[in-house]
């Protein structure tokens, strides 16, 4: 089945830094990858998603680039902001399986 | 517009009682419905998962249960909670031609 490893667990950057999650997958069948944001207390949202027929996508200041033949993908968060931080999960699915989610990185904006 | 809704918001409940977590969508037809647990600090968990009206995979053989007794129903239950039982419970439903999942609110779990 699919395995997703993300990295780093734990993130700081400095206000109007930009910050970089990275997931790799396992399973080449993989075509969707969402990412969400969690806050404390609260489910998660999904603030972007790609699929595998696209190299990269942009939502203003997050930005998802996708590698397919190095089976990773990577979460860019430019000019950093307090709400920023949050934890954040990558995942992948076929759309045939659950997603599988990576175990998350813990995202810090220091002021 | 789809909803998802997600109750109680909290609950502290004794060792050896019983459980019943339910979780209803709103807005949709035929959803895929999944329950979540994250342990604090940790990741996302899949417990159990729903293509449609009583069909339940489990992901984790464990202390608990699911059923889904109507469309868009999805109840988690367990006779007996143990202390590791513990959790934070999210429930999150996929549907409508999209892959992405939404998360209700969450029921964070205590048990003393």
């Known amino acids: 089945g699919e395995n997703v490893e993300q990295h780093p667990s734990t993130l700081s950057v400095q206000e109007g830094d930009s910050a970089v999650i990275k997931c790799t997958y396992s399973?080449?069948?993989?075509?969707?990858f969402p990412w969400y944001k969690q806050e404390l207390g609260k489910g998660p949202q999904l603030i972007i998603d790609i699929r595998s027929n696209v190299g990269e996508k942009k939502d203003q200041r997050i930005a998802v680039t996708l590698n397919k033949t190095a089976k990773h993908f990577s979460l860019h968060i430019t000019e950093t902001q307090p709400e920023d931080s949050a934890v954040y999960f990558c995942?992948?699915?076929?759309?045939?399986?659950?997603?599988?989610f990576g175990k998350g990185t813990r995202l810090s904006v220091i002021a | 517009s789809q909803t998802i809704h997600q109750w109680p918001a909290t609950l502290v409940q004794p060792v050896g009682s019983p459980l019943s977590l339910e979780c209803t969508v709103e807005?949709?037809?035929?959803?895929?419905l999944y329950w979540y647990r994250q342990a604090a600090g940790r990741g996302l968990q899949l417990l159990f998962y729903s293509v449609g009206i009583g069909q339940i995979s489990s992901e984790v053989p464990q202390n608990l249960s699911a059923s889904r007794p109507q469309d868009r129903q999805f109840i988690l239950s367990s006779k007996k909670l143990l202390l590791s039982d513990s959790g934070f419970y999210l429930c999150?439903?996929?549907?409508?031609?999209?892959?992405?999942?939404?998360f209700g609110s969450g029921t964070r779990l205590t048990v003393v």
């Open positions: 399973d080449s069948a993989s075509n969707y």
């Open positions: 999150a439903w996929m549907g409508g031609g999209n892959y992405g999942y939404t």
């Open positions: 995942a992948a699915t076929s759309g045939n399986t659950p997603l599988v």
């Open positions: 807005g949709t037809s035929n959803p895929n």
